[in-house]
């Protein structure tokens, strides 16, 4: 095994010595390089013979292992997919690729004894089931996945909610976020000639195309995610002053916003936020949840709308019994 060693060494040193010249580096004979460089082979290291030119060391099995995980370690790399993606039928982005290579990668680290067992019980106990996919967006995922690998344009057929009728249409896919509860498609439409959002659960269809795309340098999703209130950008930019009554401040306060609000409190207890979003219908869509705890002060034309809206709803509700209690 020693003559193995040093015959690796000398090829990684001086590549093309032949078997004569490593027979004289080793004091041994020509047939017992031979041997040798055959058992080098069937340790992983590709040795190849170039004839007269000797041999030549081409590739190496891994032999630096890296450092012991820490617990911490351990645990984040197996509990933040489980955070971000955990849902009951394991039907996560991936999930299943995922835990394939998980366990590749984890069978060439070394851990401590503890760590497997405790892994297995935070998993039971921390359970997050939001963003669940279906079999079909599943699938959808999986081959947006390789236009995004390969760059490809896909064709799809969508149920679009401003026409109200299914289209067609091809479309260069940039990226896949996951906003409130929804992924959403962030993609270039080759029919407007313009980047539009999608609604995964909105696709009916979706193949890949032979036809290559490049994303933009200039385009950066961080920018064009900006100011939205949730995902949706109507290329307009709205200053909304809204004044919250101080029974559900502490909520208002409590939530996670994409946007970058300003929230003020107000003598008596009352919050004021102020914010700039792209989209007005989205925050009115979300501010209906507060109903009469929430009063639009600012812009006017929102203020109005939401007035109308609720008039209807009062109309609505106003025309008698719907149904008995049975």
Known sequence: MERIFTILNHLKNNNGLTASRLAQLCSTTERTIYRDVKKLDDLGFQVISMGKKGYYLIDAPQTNYPAKLTQEEYLALHLFHSMACQNKDQK????????????????????????????????????????????????????????????????CSYDSAVSKTVIERAIDPYYLIARAGNYYLI??????????????????????????FSLPKDFDIDDYLSNTWQIFDENENITFKVRFAKTITRYVKEELYYADPILTELPGGDLLMEVTV????????????????????NPKKYREQMKQELEAMLELYSGGDAGDDK
Request: contains cysteine.
């Open 92 to 155: 996560s982005i991936l999930a299943k690729y995922y835990n394939s290579a998980m366990k590749k990668v984890m069978s060439s680290l070394k851990v401590a004894n503890n760590q497997t067992d405790l892994t297995k019980s935070l998993n039971e106990r921390i359970r997050i089931y939001d963003n669940q996919l279906n079999k079909e967006q599943l699938d959808f995922t999986k081959v947006l996945v390789e236009a995004f690998l390969n760059n490809l344009a896909v064709c």
């Open 187 to 212: 993609a270039y439409c080759h029919h407007h000639k313009e980047i539009r959002t999608y609604r995964l659960s909105r696709f009916k269809k979706i193949g890949l195309t032979a036809q290559n």
């Open 278 to 297: 792209k989209s007005g219908n989205e925050f009115l869509r979300w501010l209906m949840k507060y109903g009469s705890q929430a009063e639009i002060l």
